[in-house]
């Protein structure tokens, strides 16, 4: 944190003024009272980040980055947070609660590296087969397999082409850039569309001497709750993601459908689990977007994710397919049928047995 020679606590600017650069008041700047953990000096230091601003040139520059990648190498588009973002909370920072900020303007990003990274995990997980089943279909969603921190079986071919391979063998299966770039993800301008930066949120912890004792101290109802405020990114923001992949258009469109798919689906950076992090598209430029919004699809994506939600059986789950979704999936559009042969894809995992063979025999036919 930030201290004088003289040993005085004060930043550059004047104490009490809102930060010119955010990033640099969130880790470079706070109050000597916010390391002392004063709770009210806390939410008065986090209140006033909350009012940061964009630097003013910050516009230009924005606009210089999204010119510079018109043409058919590089697919962009919008996506807007539903929910509040936490990306980089692991990160130094007074209140022990990281968040990344662009060094150089201060304002919210999303990391090419979290998106990448992001994206396999996806790819990887819906796409690709069970560990230790053999698949042919989705073999080439296949990750890279590890064995004690070391790469044991190149990735899947589509999944080597989006993310890249490394070194397993260095005769027959060499490690492999990715063909696809993913940039940072800038955030808007204010003046384009996007709300206050930033937003104060607060985590309570009622059980605070079994965690600081590491389990030996038993979690009891009578702890004193221990409420804990930390910055995030306010919902409503939006982000500009570009990737770009050189003459490969196919594999370009194929990426950023993956892109959107896990953003809204996964979310990304920390607190997912409890709905931070989901962005959702505001540029409906690729098919499968489209045909999620039809009358049918959004019907059976509603049914599924209610059965997840209620933690109905993979096999009680697909004998309802059966007899309620199965016909009326065959009559739809072909762009439909694909449609919806992704959705039980994501949300049916059926391993073994007659349904599982069953469950693919309907696949096949949707495909037909």
């Known amino acids: 944190m930030w ?17 010119s650069h955010a990033g640099l008041g969130y880790t470079r700047c706070a109050p000597l009272a916010v390391l002392q953990e004063d709770p009210a000096a806390r939410k008065r230091w986090l209140e006033l980040l909350t009012q940061c601003r964009e630097p003013a040139r910050y516009s230009q520059a924005y606009r210089r980055w999204k010119e510079s990648f018109q043409g058919p190498d590089t697919l962009c588009f919008i ?24 060094h150089t303007w201060g ?18 997980t819906v796409y690709g087969p069970e560990p230790g089943i053999e698949d042919p279909e989705r073999e080439p969603f296949r990750g890279t397999t590890w064995e004690f921190s070391r790469p044991s079986r190149a990735p899947g071919r589509v999944f080597r082409r989006l993310f890249g391979s490394p070194d397993v063998d260095e005769l027959s299966e060499k490690g492999s850039q990715g063909e696809v770039v993913f940039h940072d993800a800038l955030w808007v301008p204010a003046e384009m569309g996007s709300g206050p930066m930033l937003a104060r949120d607060v985590l309570t912890v009622h059980q605070r001497a079994y965690y600081e004792s590491g389990g030996r101290e038993w979690p009891v109802d009578f702890d004193d709750p221990n409420p804990v405020s930390f910055l995030t990114v306010a919902p409503g923001n939006r982000f500009l993601v570009v990737l770009e992949a050189r003459g490969e258009r196919a594999l370009l469109e194929r990426a950023g459908r993956y892109v959107r798919e896990a953003l809204e689906s996964w979310g990304l950076g920390g607190k997912t689990a409890a709905g931070y992090g989901r962005l959702v598209s505001e540029t409906p430029s690729l098919q499968s977007s489209r045909i999620l919004e039809t009358p049918a699809l959004m019907e059976l994506k509603t049914w599924l994710e209610e059965q997840k939600a209620r933690n109905v059986g993979q096999r009680q789950q697909f004998q309802q397919v059966e007899q309620q979704w199965a016909k009326r999936l065959l009559a739809l559009s072909m762009p439909e049928r694909h449609e919806a042969i992704r959705l039980f894809r994501k949300f049916l995992n059926l391993k073994r047995g007659d349904e599982q063979q069953r469950f693919e025999e309907l696949l096949t036919r949707l495909r037909a």
């Open 3 to 19: 201290l004088m020679a003289d040993g005085e606590d004060r930043c550059p600017e004047t104490p009490g003024q809102v930060p």
């Open 79 to 102: 996506v807007r947070a539903e929910s509040r973002v936490l990306v980089g909370h692991g990160t130094s920072s007074a209140t022990g609660v990281g968040l990344t900020l662009h």
């Open 107 to 124: 304002v919210p990003v999303l990391p090419g590296s979290a998106l990448k990274g992001l994206t396999a995990h996806y790819v990887q």
